[in-house]
């Protein structure tokens, strides 16, 4: 069991220029942190350049904050720079599975049995955990992807262990490629191609996972930069990250258990929960309708330190 | 007789009938309006037909694509006879039907807040959240008065044992309205005695609840209340635009409720309030009754992929500051699945038994449903629970052995995206044949009846679009599956009240005086609109003048032809000798909104020097000559052609249709078919003569309109600059050109110029004479009385530009000022005793031809000012939706 907690400090600084002026921009963020049981945000703030004639804070639909704000004066750039100290405490192996992470694994339910515990009729409705079930813009319900989830969900097989075996075929069969595919890319194609980044993974993970019945979210967040010494660096740390995220009923009460399908691995100490969502849709770090502008240059660049007198959680270990 | 009427109309069926009883005999309700069709004379009845026919095609009334310049459109289908509803019986469907609205309304209220239908089982969360109308951004925003269904729309169908049931629910934005209303125009005006002596229930009244419920609902703007000194709340009809099916709809509504008719970019949201964009300035929204779907409505919030909505129109609800009918998310209730849970929510949320049973609805989500629906799939039809999956509904008694094997796989693989149906049986009612005299036809009927909120509750209209199947047995009925309409006629006992729309009781203060409302689209439109019936009219004057003189066969008419032709190429209608130059020109003007004058200033000189002599051209061939003056009338080559303009003329009209007065309409519709028939013919001279005389005709009633039917707002300022700097760039480049053309000298050249600035009249009145230059400059450059003159052009729109200066702070721009200045204090004295005949590049000739280029000149420029000034906001400014 591994008790450990880091804080990272973590800059996200998105910069967009135009090619002729903006004249009205509307834009929302999720640059915002949650708060979870495993990870506490001690300081945040975002600046945004130029000054914004309107801003308003709320919650959307999943919980997340979301900062909106609006240009209502010409401009050729924008600047939104995102800045936080986050804790993130250690929460594997599963809270509530006891044993080391392969014993809780193997003793989470059947797979089956937790599918017909979502099934319509089944009780008690668990509305949080049913909106994640079903198709969404970016994540399909379709037979393709049940079909490709299957060899790893043999009968009664216990769920996480099941989910973590789709993790690994993932992770096997597909290579990271950022050229491959747009945010535009159909996960139907992600499946014939066998590329993409680790929006892709997601999505596609998140549509074999929905399409055998199981609720399952989209997870948006951060990477450590550079990894500790002697360990490689993750994919993706250069940027925001993307994982997800599924629905396992236990002893002590529902549990979301992460699954990084780009790493594969099981987010622990190393990953920033930033917001989630049935898909990317619904928690892209930055979207916005612009009027005018033409062409764009974008610069995103996430840069993650952990704090240096905290000790920093060594998955594997 | 009776037996004449109903000789091939079936006196036995299976289906229930709407007019005749068990037994054949005529129901009480009918008994009056069927004694007066036996009683009618075929005359009569094609008189009958005709008219509906006729007002149809003159209002333009379509399904489709109004005035699409490629598609074609597809006017709406109308059967005379109404439908009949006894008071009795109309208050069954009235009572169940507010019933169902107030469910409907509160089902919206449960689901976008606290979920207890789905926290409880009553509805499965699978029809909610698998849902792609379910607006997740929605979720937790309240509409004003707890109503998220101002106009709400159920689809009736009657089974044969005389019971209606509820076959769809339209809670999005529902159509078929103002469909109902035109219905009733016409029908009531075929069939006056019988509406007024049956006691049919007026529509007027619900229109002007809508109105009223959209007004008490909106937000106001604070402690002091609305802005300005009227506390009446502008209320905006938002379209999808001209390319939507019910296009024709949206226009005639706004138009009947006096609401402008709005695109999504005629909006905009600055902080948290909505505005349109108005030639002056930014005025606030208060109510937008919208006909676009709601997803389409936020591209920030919803898809981001909508062109067509207003970004940040969500945060305005969420804040109050906007009311949007009906509530942003209503499309959820749109679902094939949800009819089976109704029962079940009526009681858990009214307390109430659902008063009108929905058909026989199973969703495959339950287990048990799935495996009835296999059971009896020969009995069902299979529907997608949700309108996204696009599905036709697959009829099971019509599936053959692989088909059927194919469909329960489906079925199997993914049961909750399927809902199977009892198939319902529709009530038939007669039509009236129009292949035989005096018979009645059987056809299938559905019902669409339309409920209002009011701050008292619902309240039907009294009335509905009956929608009428293409085939006495049809499954469906579907207006884009080529059905037609009928009016309904609900008969009351009480008196009917006669309220109109159009008397309403509007207190001092409430008077309107001008439209500030105007957007800048439509001001753009109306601009446009005006410049392009202009030019329709000078183009086929110019043509009208050629053609007339083709026909004249004899030697003595050939140099005024040549003149004419001349000008004709100078003026760009006709191709210039020099093809290579002309092909140049076209590539880079194919497709823009070409200006004459633009392009006269280069063009001048190349022209002069290039128009041929008239002693070589007199041999020109006539029969060359006749193919290039047909084809610029209607050539689908060229662009330019005089068909070409009247297409844009149509399409810009078609813009802003809700502008215009119901005769406007008919004459753009007119025009429409005259083009239409004229160019499916192979057209002689004198079916051309004749076309252009129609063109004529029309572009004059047209200004008629202009002038004694529109309210002088800046709409129609902006219209009439437009028809002035139109005529203005015309006439000056017409009498430049016909001043320095050599072959203008020839005789009866002068007389042709007099046609073509509509002036032979009054020169007549005036000298006695042949015409002679001097007398004829005065009249069509100088006299300020003459309307086809250029100074009366000049002299009118220095006092629009003025009107304009000083209400909208316009700074004025002076070039053409200058040059009407210049103009003024040419010396006409310099023509005098000058021999025309025989002149060739005489100074006051060309001296006036320039001055005339320069007006030309500055009239073109100043109409890009005008664009830059007051439409740029609307055209190029592209829209992005962006992630990172």
């Known amino acids: ?317 | 007789m009776p037996r004449t009427l109903l000789s091939i109309y079936p006196k036995k069926t299976d289906r229930f009938d709407e007019m005749l009883a068990e037994g054949g005999a005529v129901r009480q309700s009918w008994q009056a309006f069927f004694d007066h069709l036996v009683a009618a004379t075929p005359e009569q009845m094609r008189h009958r037909l005709d008219y509906v026919r006729r007002r149809i095609q003159e209002n333009g009334v379509t399904y489709n694509v109004y005035a699409d310049p490629k598609g074609t459109d597809r006017p709406w289908e109308l059967d005379p006879l109404p439908l009949i509803l006894s008071a009795g019986e109309w208050q069954e469907i009235s009572s169940a039907i507010t019933q169902r609205a107030r469910l409907l309304n509160a089902v919206l209220g449960d689901l976008y807040g606290e979920q207890t239908l789905l926290r409880d089982g009553t509805l499965p969360s699978a029809l909610v959240y698998g849902h792609n109308n379910f607006l997740w951004p929605c979720q937790g925003v309240k509409p004003p008065g707890d109503i998220w269904l101002h106009l709400y729309a159920a689809d009736l169908a009657r089974s044969p044992d005389g019971r209606w049931w509820v076959i769809g629910d339209r809670t999005q934005s529902p159509s078929g309205a103002g469909y109902a209303l035109e219905n009733r125009i016409i029908v009531s005006r075929v069939f006056p005695e019988q509406f007024r002596d049956l006691g049919v229930q007026h529509l007027a009244t619900f229109f002007s609840n809508l109105r009223n419920s959209l007004a008490h609902w909106a937000p106001h703007n604070g402690k002091g209340g609305r802005e300005g000194a009227r506390d009446t709340p502008l209320i905006v009809l938002l379209t999808p635009g001209p390319y939507n099916e019910t296009y024709f709809e949206h226009a005639y509504l706004a138009r009947y409720l006096g609401f402008p008719l709005v695109e999504g970019q005629d909006l905009t949201v600055r902080g948290e309030c909505v505005y349109l964009k108005t030639l002056s300035g930014l005025s606030r929204v208060h109510t937008i009754l919208r006909r676009l779907d709601d997803d389409y409505c936020d591209p920030l919030e919803f898809r981001g992929d909508s062109a067509l909505g207003v970004p940040g129109l969500l945060q305005a609800v969420r804040a109050g500051k906007v009311l949007v009918a009906n509530a942003l998310g209503s499309g959820l209730l749109e679902s094939a699945a949800l009819p089976g849970f109704l029962p079940g929510a009526c009681q858990k949320l009214l307390g109430e038994t659902l008063a009108m049973p929905s058909v026989g609805t199973w969703w495959c989500g339950e287990p048990t449903a799935l495996e009835f629906t296999i059971e009896n799939i020969d009995k069902l039809v299979i529907k997608g629970s949700f309108p996204s999956q696009r599905m036709d509904p697959v009829f099971g008694n019509q599936l053959n052995a692989a088909q059927r094997e194919d469909m329960i796989n489906r079925l199997r693989s993914r049961p909750l995206a399927y809902v199977a149906q009892e198939l319902v049986n529709f009530s038939q009612a007669p039509v009236w044949s129009t292949m035989h005299d005096r018979r009645l036809l059987p056809r299938g009927v559905g019902l669409r009846v339309y409920v209002a909120a009011t701050p008292e509750g619902y309240v039907v209209m009294p009335g509905g679009l009956t929608r009428v199947s293409s085939a006495a047995n049809a499954r469906l009925i579907a207006m884009q599956r080529g059905g037609s309409s009928k009016d309904t006629w609900v008969l009351t006992e009480e008196a009917v009240s006669t309220f109109s729309l159009l008397k309403n009781s509007i207190g001092i203060n409430d008077l309107v005086r001008s439209g500030s409302n105007l957007s800048s689209r439509v001001v753009e439109n109306l601009y446009w609109f005006g410049r392009y019936t202009e030019r329709c009219d000078d183009e086929a004057r110019l043509l009208r003048v050629g053609l007339s003189r083709l026909l004249d066969t004899s030697a003595d008419a050939m140099p005024a032809l040549v003149s004419t032709f001349d000008l004709c190429r100078s003026l760009k209608l006709l191709p210039v000798a020099d093809e290579d130059d002309v092909d140049e020109d076209d590539v880079v003007e194919a497709g823009t909104l070409v200006d004459l004058a633009v392009d006269s200033k280069t063009e001048h000189t190349s022209t002069v020097e290039g128009a041929s002599d008239p002693a070589i051209d007199s041999t020109v061939d006539r029969l060359e000559l006749e193919t290039q003056m047909l084809a610029a009338i209607c050539d689908k080559e060229v662009d330019d052609a005089l068909a070409g303009n009247i297409r844009r003329l149509l399409w810009v009209g078609a813009q802003v249709r809700e502008r215009f007065s119901v005769d406007n309409w008919h004459a753009l519709n007119r025009m429409q078919h005259q083009l239409q028939r004229y160019s499916e013919v192979q057209p002689d001279i004198s079916d051309a003569l004749a076309f252009l005389d129609q063109v004529l005709l029309t572009s004059s009633s047209l200004a008629g309109f202009a002038m004694d039917n529109m309210t002088r707002d800046d709409g129609w300022r902006f219209l009439i600059i437009g028809r002035r700097i139109e005529r203005l760039i015309f006439l000056s480049n017409a009498i430049s050109q016909f001043l320095r053309l050599p072959s203008t000298r020839a005789a009866g050249s002068i007389e042709c110029l007099l046609e073509l600035t509509d002036s032979i009249i009054t020169y007549r009145s005036r000298y006695m004479t042949q015409p002679e230059l001097l007398p004829t400059l005065d009249l069509v450059v100088f006299n300020e009385t003459n309307p086809h003159g250029v100074c009366f052009q000049l002299q009118d729109l220095m006092q629009y530009l003025d009107g304009l200066a000083s209400e909208l702070g316009d700074s004025n721009d002076d070039s053409l000022r200058m040059a009407f200045v210049r103009l003024q204090s040419f010396a006409l004295g310099r023509f005098e005793g000058l021999d025309f005949s025989h002149c060739r590049n005489c100074n006051p000739c060309l001296d006036l031809a320039d001055l005339l280029g320069d007006v030309s000149f500055a009239a073109a420029t100043l109409s890009d000012r005008l664009a830059m000034r007051y439409f740029t906001h609307v055209g190029d400014v592209g829209r992005q939706t962006l992630a990172a």
């Not at chain 1, 975002?46 to 959307?60: A, G, K, M, V």
């Not at chain 1, 948006?220 to 997800?244: C, E, F, M, N």
């Open chain 1, 1 to 317: 069991m591994n008790t450990t907690a880091v804080r990272y400090h973590v800059v996200h600084e998105t910069s967009y220029s135009y090619e002729s002026p903006v004249s009205l921009s509307r834009q929302h963020l999720h640059l915002t942190p949650r708060d979870c049981p495993w990870q506490s945000s001690f300081a945040h703030q975002i600046r945004i350049d130029p000054e914004p004639s309107f801003t308003r804070l709320r919650c959307d639909p999943f919980g997340n904050p979301v900062r909106q704000f609006a240009i209502e004066a010409p401009h050729s750039r924008l600047i939104v720079h995102a800045e936080s100290t986050i804790e993130v405490r250690a929460h594997w192996p599963v809270g509530g599975l006891a044993g080391s992470l392969e014993n809780s694994l193997a003793n989470s339910p059947p797979w089956e049995k937790v599918r017909d515990g979502l099934a319509y009729g089944a009780t008690p409705v668990l509305l949080d955990v049913n909106c994640f079930l079903f198709e969404s813009p970016y994540v399909r319900v379709k037979h393709e992807f049940s079909a490709y989830a299957s060899p790893c969900f043999t009968p009664s097989r216990p769920l996480l262990e099941a989910v973590q075996a789709l993790m690994n075929r993932i992770y096997d069969e597909f290579e990271f490629d950022p050229e491959a595919t747009t945010v535009a890319t159909p996960v139907l194609k992600i499946l014939e191609e066998k590329r993409g980044v680790c929006q892709d993974f997601a999505h596609l993970m998140l549509s074999c996972l929905r399409s055998l019945g199981l609720s399952a979210r989209y997870v948006s967040g951060y990477l450590l930069t550079k990894p500790p010494p002697g360990q490689a660096r993750l994919v993706g740390a250069d940027a925001s990250h993307a994982w997800i995220s599924v629905y396992c009923p236990s002893e002590v009460g529902g549990l979301w258990v992460d699954f990084d399908p780009t790493n594969n691995l099981l987010p622990d100490t190393q990953h920033i929960t930033l917001a989630w969502g049935r898909d990317f849709g619904d928690v892209s770090p930055l979207r916005g309708v612009i009027l005018g502008g033409d062409e764009h240059e974008l610069d995103v660049a996430v840069t993650v330190t952990p704090f240096e007198n905290e000790a920093v959680a060594n998955p594997g270990q």
